[in-house]
C-alpha cells in the first residue's frame, strides 16, 4: 500500500483555470506537508497542516489554499493559475520531529 | 531564517569507491537533519534522520553525521555502486515537528560502472 499518494500524477490545464490536487497518507500522522519543486529542482515549503490546523504559510500567493477534511487528507486548490506555477508539487506526511514521507508528486503544466 | 546549502552540486565516481556529500547549514538551532535521494520523476526516500541531539545515524552502506557547532552535515556512502546514482538531498527541521523542512539544491551523483 502506499503510504503517502497524491493525484492526479500529471495535471496540464490553461491559464486561469482553477484546479485541485489530492494528497492522501495511510500512516497515521498528525502532520501534512505541501513542497513546491521549480524548474531548478529546488524543493521549497509551502504549507503545513498539523491537526487540521494550519501551522505554517511561507511567502504563497493567495491562490493557494490548502484543505484538509480530514486527518489523513490534505487537498491543494489553486485558483487562476498562472505559467509560474508550473512546477511539481509534493505532498508529505510525519509524526512530530519524526521522518518526513513524500508523495510520488503531481506535474503541473499551465499552458 | 535557515539556509541550506550541498557541495558539490554534481559528482561522478567509478563504482566501488567509498565517497562524501557534504551539506551546510546557517542556523545551528536545528532540530533534525534528514537526507533523502530523488530519482529521476519520483518522489523523495528518506534515507537517514538525524535528530539535533545525535551526532550520527547508519543504515546500511549509509552514515549521516550532524555537527551543529560548524553547521555541517555528511553523507558517507561505502562501496558506491550503479544503483545509488541519484539526486541527494540535506534538509533541515526547524522546529517541533509541525514546520516544513529547508532543502538544499541537491547533489546530482552518478555512479559509473
Known amino acids: 500500500d502506499t503510504a503517502v499518494s497524491q493525484t492526479p500524477k500529471y495535471l496540464v490545464t490553461q491559464m486561469g483555470n482553477d484546479k485541485s490536487i489530492k494528497c492522501e497518507q495511510n500512516?497515521?500522522?498528525?502532520?501534512m506537508y505541501w513542497y513546491k519543486q521549480d524548474s531548478k529542482k529546488f524543493l521549497k515549503i509551502m504549507f503545513s497542516?498539523?491537526?487540521?490546523?494550519?501551522?505554517i504559510n511561507e511567502t504563497v500567493p493567495n491562490r493557494f489554499s490548502p484543505k484538509s477534511p480530514d486527518k489523513a487528507h490534505l487537498n491543494l486548490h489553486i485558483n487562476s493559475l498562472e505559467l509560474g506555477d508550473s512546477a511539481v508539487y509534493f505532498c508529505?506526511?510525519?509524526?512530530?520531529?519524526?521522518?518526513?514521507?513524500f508523495g510520488a508528486g503531481t506535474r503541473l503544466s499551465v499552458l | 531564517k535557515q539556509e541550506v546549502t550541498q557541495i558539490p552540486a554534481a559528482l561522478s565516481v567509478p563504482e566501488g569507491e567509498n565517497l562524501v556529500l557534504n551539506c551546510s547549514f546557517t542556523?545551528?538551532?536545528?532540530?533534525?537533519l534528514q537526507w533523502f535521494r530523488q530519482d529521476p520523476g519520483k518522489g523523495l526516500t528518506s534515507l537517514l534522520l538525524?535528530?539535533?541531539?545525535?551526532r550520527e545515524q547508519t543504515s546500511g552502506r549509509l552514515n549521516a553525521s550532524l555537527d551543529k557547532s560548524s553547521g555541517r552535515s555528511t553523507l558517507y556512502i561505502a562501496a558506491s555502486q550503479p544503483g545509488d546514482s541519484a539526486t541527494y538531498l540535506c534538509a533541515g527541521g526547524a522546529g517541533g515537528g509541525a514546520d516544513g523542512l529547508t532543502f538544499g539544491k541537491g547533489t546530482h551523483l552518478i555512479i559509473q560502472p
Open positions: 508529505a506526511s510525519s509524526l512530530p520531529n519524526g521522518i518526513q514521507y
Open positions: 538525524i535528530q539535533s541531539s545525535q
Open positions: 542556523d545551528s538551532a536545528i532540530y533534525n
Open positions: 497542516y498539523n491537526n487540521k490546523e494550519l501551522i
Open positions: 500512516l497515521g500522522h498528525d502532520t
